[in-house]
């Protein structure tokens, strides 16, 4: 079965700095989408980054970039310049690309924004 | 706002009460799930409907029991639950587009948070 593992369950970064999240996952397939998402306190989930597996570009989204390491099964969250609003719950989650409708979420990591 | 909504947002209630949850998106999708979400724990999926055809139930007790009329709505009817059933019940829908390509970004909603008291 498919695994997703976080490994920092909670991080703290400095306003301004850089923080890499990490993920790694467990799978036999060759074609899958990776995502993180963010939760604020509001606790609305929301989608933050999105990664093609068959890409070998990383995903970048303004301040949010991936290193996607396929052979390692690795998917780190880079954010840079961070911001007050960027603390909140941040979860990686899997899911294949054919088969069934299975996602696959890891146990977070609390991200606090040192002002 | 990501376009699913859940109602209510916070629910008490006893073991012998039934009560339902509702989620609806406004997104034109055609997928719906529920989750669980407790503390320290990744989330678990509950329930999934594709095209209003329930597709995937992972062992859940049948205390839980879904409803998807149409593309738009879910229900989660809740009846005779245990203080382990206390979480954040987490609804979300996306579109999945038969043959070989999907596109399954999921849009959540705000989420219920259940006491069972």
């Known amino acids: 079965a498919q695994t997703v593992t976080q490994s920092q369950p909670e991080m703290s970064v400095q306003e301004a700095e850089t923080v890499t999240l990490s993920c790694t996952y467990d799978t036999s397939e060759s074609d899958y989408y990776l995502f993180w998402y963010k939760q604020p306190p509001s606790r609305q989930m929301i989608l933050v980054i999105r990664?093609?597996?068959?890409?070998?570009q990383n995903a970048t989204e303004n301040r949010f970039s991936v290193n996607f390491q396929k052979a390692a099964k690795s998917f780190s969250l880079k954010i840079s310049d961070s911001q007050l609003g960027d603390a909140a719950m941040y979860f990686c989650?899997?899911?294949?690309?054919?088969?069934?409708?299975?996602?696959?979420f890891g146990t977070g990591t609390s991200l606090t924004v040192i002002p | 706002e990501t376009g699913v909504t859940q109602t209510p947002r916070h629910l008490v209630m006893g073991m012998t009460n039934k009560k339902s949850l509702k989620c609806e998106q406004h997104?034109?999708?055609?997928?719906m799930y529920w989750y669980k979400q407790s503390a320290k724990k990744p989330l678990e999926l509950m329930f999934v409907?594709?095209?209003?055809?329930?597709?995937e139930n992972n062992s859940v007790p049948s205390r839980f029991s879904p409803e998807c009329p149409n593309s738009s709505h879910l229900f989660l009817h809740l009846h005779t639950l245990q203080p382990e059933d206390s979480a954040l019940y987490l609804c979300a829908s996306s579109q999945t587009i038969k043959r070989d390509k999907r596109e399954e970004t999921q849009y959540f909603g705000p989420g219920t948070r259940l006491l069972v008291l």
């Open positions: 990664q093609e597996a068959y890409k070998q």
């Open positions: 989650a899997y899911t294949s690309r054919y088969t069934g409708n299975q996602f696959y």
């Open positions: 997104l034109g999708h055609n997928a």
């Open positions: 409907y594709n095209f209003k055809e329930q597709t």
